[in-house]
T-cell receptor
């Protein structure tokens, strides 16, 4: 079946630095990808919708200048956390829609970000 | 707008006992409903989905769920719990194939030996 990968699987960075997380669709094209954030013992919350070739759409309360999303190709979306703070420490998960008629999403394995 | 409510943030069952995890949805149009399982520090694994075909949906690992429109419910069940079922379970909904899923708050299932 279709697979979505994320890289890195975990990352530790210092406060004030930036970190980039990649989300790739491995055997299908994804014009749209979704980025979620999951804090410990909480559910997944949608951060933004990444659209190939156009600007991302951010959910209310998510700072677009802090969480930069680039969807430069049909198989790759990147999320860059700029000027990271300890409160940005979280589990970041991306997903891509499957065939429209299936209504499924293919989820990446997630990236654990720890900001020290 | 659609939403899902999972009743009970934590459910504890004995090994071999029935598992029942509750999910109620709110949607103005017929929804598509999903159950996912998440093990610690891992991503999501799809257990099963309802996409307007059969109302009783069978999934992986012996789980099943029944869509009940009159009760706006999509509860997840398994006849006999196994230790390996201990995990976090999420109910989710969307209205079309190209929109993001909306997740419930999750239910942590503990299985007692």
């Amino acid at each position: 079946g279709a697979v979505v990968s994320q890289h890195p699987s975990w990352v530790i960075c210092k406060s004030g630095t930036s970190v980039k997380i990649e989300c790739r669709s491995l055997d299908f094209q994804a014009t749209t990808m979704f980025w979620y954030r999951q804090f410990p013992k909480q559910s997944l919350m949608l951060m933004a919708t990444s659209n190939e070739g156009s600007k991302a759409t951010y959910e209310q309360g998510v700072e677009k200048d802090k969480f930069l999303i680039n969807h430069a190709s049909l198989t790759l979306s990147t999320l860059t956390v700029t000027s990271a703070h300890p409160e940005d420490s979280s589990f970041y998960i991306c997903s891509a829609p499957a065939r429209r008629e299936s209504h499924e999403q293919y989820f990446g394995p997630g990236t654990r970000l720890t900001v020290t | 707008a659609q939403s899902v409510t999972q009743l009970g943030s934590h459910v504890s069952v004995s090994e071999g006992a029935l598992v029942l995890l509750r999910c109620n949805y709110s949607s103005s149009v017929p929804p598509y409903l999903f159950w996912y399982v998440q093990y610690p520090n891992q991503g999501l694994q799809l257990l099963l989905k309802y996409t307007s075909a059969a109302t009783l949906v069978k999934g992986i690992n012996g789980f099943e769920a029944e869509f009940k429109k009159s009760e706006t419910s999509f509860h997840l069940t398994k006849p006999s719990a196994h230790m390996s079922d201990a995990a976090e379970y999420f109910c989710a909904v969307n209205l079309s194939g190209n929109t993001p899923l909306v997740f419930g708050k999750g239910t942590r299932l503990s299985v007692i030996a």
